[in-house]
C-alpha cells in the first residue's frame, strides 16, 4: 500500500510540474498573439464580455439601474431616474419606467430587464466573436 502511494504521490508532483510548465508556455502564447493581434483580441474580449453577461445579467443590470437612480428604495433622490419621474407625473404599472424601478428593488421588473440585459449580452458576444474572427482571416 505504501508503495501505492508513494507512487501516486510522484506520479500528482510530476503531473503539476507539466501543468505548471504548460500555464507558463500557454500564457507566453497568447501574450505574443494579442500583441501581434491587437484588434482581434479587444473583440475577444468584448465577445467574453458579452458572454458573461447572458451567464450573469445582475453583474451589469443592478449597477446601471443604481448609476441612473433605480434603487433598492426605490427612486434615487436627485437622480436622472427621479428626473425623469417629476417629467412623467403619474407612473403607472405596466409602464417602462415602472418596470425599472421594480427591477431596481429586486421585484418582477428584475426578470424583464435581466432579459434585455442577456439579449444585449447575446448581441454583443456574436458581434465581438464575428468581429474577432473576420480580424483574425486578415492577418
Known amino acids: 500500500m505504501s508503495n501505492t502511494l508513494r507512487t501516486l504521490g510522484a506520479l500528482g508532483s510530476q503531473s503539476a510540474k507539466i501543468s505548471g510548465e504548460m500555464a507558463k508556455q500557454g500564457t507566453k502564447t497568447t501574450a505574443e498573439w494579442v500583441a501581434k493581434n491587437p484588434g482581434a483580441a479587444a473583440c475577444v474580449a468584448v465577445g467574453v464580455g458579452g458572454l458573461a453577461v447572458v451567464a450573469s445579467p445582475a453583474l451589469v443590470t443592478a449597477p446601471v439601474l443604481g448609476a441612473v437612480g433605480f434603487g433598492s428604495n426605490g427612486v434615487i433622490a436627485g437622480s436622472a431616474a427621479a428626473t425623469a419621474q417629476a417629467g412623467i407625473g403619474n407612473v403607472v404599472a405596466p409602464s417602462a419606467f415602472a418596470t425599472l424601478t421594480s427591477a431596481g428593488m429586486g421585484g418582477y421588473g428584475a426578470a424583464t430587464v435581466a432579459a434585455v440585459g442577456q439579449g444585449i449580452?447575446?448581441?454583443?458576444?456574436?458581434?465581438?466573436g464575428l468581429a474577432a474572427w473576420k480580424l483574425g482571416k486578415k492577418n
Open 121 to 128: 449580452g447575446v448581441a454583443t458576444g456574436a458581434l465581438g
